[in-house]
């Protein structure tokens, strides 16, 4: 019979944690393995599936960028459009704002006058007589002489 000795238990007893700790060891890299396929499969599938929408969403930026430059050049040629109706408009009123409003006051004066003779007769102011605007000098003397007369009885 052989009995056994201290040393030979420690070392029994290390080989039993070693291969224990081996099948630990073992166990964890084949679930590390199983987890970095899962990721693998995972990274693969959201690359396949991102790299139409970032296509997509390039084309769609791209469409934007076409449509702002669109829009820049309409609003140049808006902007550009306006300032020419602006200077038309000074030009316009420049050049004709003066003689039409002389001519529409002259129109409006010859209506007047014309309309004042068919309807009604103008009305007489005793003592003083008016032709085409103008005051008969001799109506001058006859109203100072009323004035100084009015002031005396005053």
């Known amino acids: 019979m052989h009995t056994v000795s201290g040393g030979e238990v420690a070392g029994i007893l290390v080989a039993v944690f070693w291969a224990i700790l081996v099948s630990f060891l073992a166990v964890a890299l084949a679930r590390l393995a199983q ?35 669109r829009v820049d050049a309409i609003a140049s040629d808006v902007q550009e459009v306006t300032s020419n109706a602006s200077a038309l ?48 000098p001799g109506a001058r003397r006859d109203r100072r002489s009323r004035g100084t007369s009015r002031g005396k009885r005053d």
């Open 89 to 136: 408009s000074t030009t316009v009123a420049s050049t004709f704002g003066g003689p039409l409003v002389k001519v529409a006051a002259f129109g409006y004066g010859v209506r007047r006058a014309l309309s004042g003779r068919k309807d009604e007769a103008p009305a007489r102011v005793p003592g003083r007589t008016v032709i085409v605007g103008r005051t008969v």
């Open 35 to 69: 987890t970095l396929r899962a990721t693998t499969k995972l990274v693969a599938d959201v690359t396949d599936q991102a790299v139409p929408l970032l296509a997509d969403a390039s084309a769609a930026v791209r469409s934007a960028q076409t449509q702002i430059e």
